[in-house]
């Protein structure tokens, strides 16, 4: 049963520390997606890739999240420095190509 | 700028009932639409997905349609069990792009 895995599953960080988030898109997506989810503003997309590829990072506040895909099994989420209103839970979703997309267990983000 | 709201917020019934979700968009340019549910704690699950050739999808209890004209579409559950006790968000995508933009979401509680 193939699953989208992310790690680390909760993190608690202080404000300032950089915080890497991983995920391992399902085999053979070649579409993965960051999306960020509080209750305030619910799901938010904050980057996509095609193929590796970024194709969309407009939601992302450019100056302290980064987002790569060093190779096609392995997607990173940076945020440095990390800020209290940074706390969410934090999911990958991969899919193919106009299909349905496929999420993670996601990332819970505490900064303090 | 495309927003999706789901009526109602809540609900909270007994089982056996049929209940019905709602979803609109402000933007008729969507292209697919898809639902999804959420346990307490966990990711999105892929409930049904409409592509933009189809009006409707059903898989066993669920149905949903998509009404483009309207900028609508609804989830139908029949029978409902305390098992499909979970919040369920709907997301529309928009054509040559893969990205989603997520509903407000509809928390459903059902009772025995």
């Known amino acids: 049963d193939a699953r989208v895995t992310q790690t680390p599953r909760h993190k608690v960080t202080e404000m300032g520390q950089e915080v890497t988030m991983r995920c391992q898109p399902i085999?053979?997506?070649?579409?993965v997606f960051w999306y960020r989810q509080t209750m305030m503003q619910g799901l938010e997309l904050l980057a996509y890739?095609?193929?590796?590829?970024?194709?969309?990072d407009s939601g992302m506040p450019k100056d302290r999240f980064s987002a790569e895909m060093p190779d096609a099994t392995l997607a990173t989420l940076k945020i440095q420095p990390s800020e209290p209103r940074d706390s969410a839970v934090y999911f990958c979703?991969?899919?193919?190509?106009?299909?349905?997309?496929?999420f993670g267990p996601g990332t819970r983000l505490l900064v303090l | 700028k495309q927003e999706v709201t789901q009526i109602p917020a809540a609900l909270s019934v007994p089982e056996g009932e049929n209940l019905v979700l709602n979803c609109s968009f402000t933007?008729?340019?969507?292209?697919?639409l898809q639902w999804f549910r959420q346990d307490p704690g966990k990711g999105l699950t892929s409930l049904l997905l409409?592509?933009?050739?189809?009006r409707e999808q059903t898989s066993g209890r669920l149905n949903a349609s998509l009404d483009k004209s309207s900028g609508r579409s609804t989830l139908y559950i029949a029978a409902s069990q305390p098992g499909d006790s979970a919040t369920y968000l709907c997301?529309?995508?928009?054509?040559?792009?893969?990205?989603?933009?997520f509903g407000t979401g509809t928390r459903l509680q059902v009772f025995p």
């Open positions: 933007d008729s340019a969507i292209y697919n």
């Open positions: 409409i592509q933009s050739s189809q």
């Open positions: 997301a529309g995508g928009t054509y040559n792009t893969d990205k989603l933009i």
């Open positions: 979703a991969s899919g193919l190509v106009g299909e349905t997309q496929y």
């Open positions: 890739f095609r193929n590796r590829a970024p194709l969309d």
């Open positions: 085999l053979g997506h070649n579409t």
